[in-house]
């Protein structure tokens, strides 16, 4: 199946996902992800109310990794198709930055970023410069958890899929979700909404990108929708982690790149002004990330 497929999402899911489990959870005070231990212990919770409502946490990173997770990789793709040949090394993060990210806050939030310039190098058949971003991930994976996420037998994958459009699309799509469903499934969930935050401000960045050397289009119209939903999820779920200072800086942050996307729902509501406002959110939300300034 084509990853393109997976851009459009089924309204029914976000509403359910997006509301759904919001009443039961919103007192919940989750301290733990970005600390010393970064798993939630259930035997220090003092209900069985407690343990529902983390049931439902992981119910909601679970629906948004099965409908959003694959997002990045779709966006990037489209992106790729629609500007052919349009490549530019500087646009990804440096990965001589990789060793000033050594807190588990800033290395979640940039091993994001790193893995979605893996794919932005990789579908414009930049193998080196994707092999460069995989080894800044793995770096920051180490700091996170106990193995690496990219393996040597996947650089062989990534190799004999340079020339195939639709294996390296297929790869990079089972690829891409596999960090958050280890994640969620080892109940780090600080962690995996940190990454998915990355993982989106550097699509949007890219995305950004693209109109600002090209111009809107439809496709581009439909992505920064695409985008605008998944921010709103990601807010939603930033907001369960409160013992986090930082995580309530970057909500903050978050919350203003919302407001600049304003009530969008397509073209008409696209002006020039708004699109502006977008990129110019977008970009300084990004730069605060890859300098570790939050």
């Known amino acids: 199946m084509r990853l393109l497929t997976y851009i459009f999402i089924p309204t029914f899911v976000i509403i359910f996902s997006g509301c759904g489990a919001e009443n039961n ?65 500087d646009y990804v993060n440096d990965v001589g930055r990789a060793e000033s990210y050594n807190d588990n806050f800033s290395a979640a939030l940039n091993f994001g970023v790193y893995k ?26 180490d700091q996170l958890w106990e193995e690496h996420i990219y393996s040597e037998e996947d650089v062989e994958n990534y190799r004999k899929a340079q020339d195939n459009e639709e294996e390296l699309e297929s790869l990079l799509f089972q690829d891409y979700e596999r960090t958050e469903k280890y994640l969620i499934s080892h109940d780090q969930f600080e962690i995996a909404t940190l990454t998915m935050v990355g993982s989106l401000v550097e699509s949007m960045y890219f995305t950004s990108k693209a109109i600002e050397e090209h111009g ?30 930082k995580d309530m800086v970057l909500l903050t942050e978050m919350e203003e790149v919302e407001k600049a996307y304003g009530k969008i729902s397509g073209k008409e509501g696209l002006s020039a002004e708004t699109v502006n406002h977008i990129d110019e959110a977008v970009f300084a939300l990004r730069e605060k990330i890859v300098k570790n300034s939050i």
């Open 216 to 245: 809107l289009s439809e496709a581009k119209i439909n992505l920064l929708i695409n985008e605008k939903h998944q921010l709103h999820e990601l807010i939603e779920l930033l907001g369960f982690f409160k013992g986090n200072e």
């Open 116 to 141: 979605t310039d893996l794919i932005y190098d990789l579908v414009h058949h930049h193998l080196n410069d994707g092999l460069n971003a995989r080894d800044a991930a793995n770096k920051l994976a």
């Open 25 to 89: 959870l919103k007192d919940l005070t989750v301290e733990t992800g970005t600390g010393e231990d970064n798993t939630i212990d259930s035997s220090n919770l003092e209900s069985d109310e407690e343990i529902s409502a983390l049931d439902k946490l992981r119910f909601r990173l679970d629906m948004l990794v099965a409908n959003h997770g694959s997002a990045p990789v779709a966006l990037l793709v489209k992106l790729s198709k629609e500007e052919k040949d349009v490549f530019h090394p």
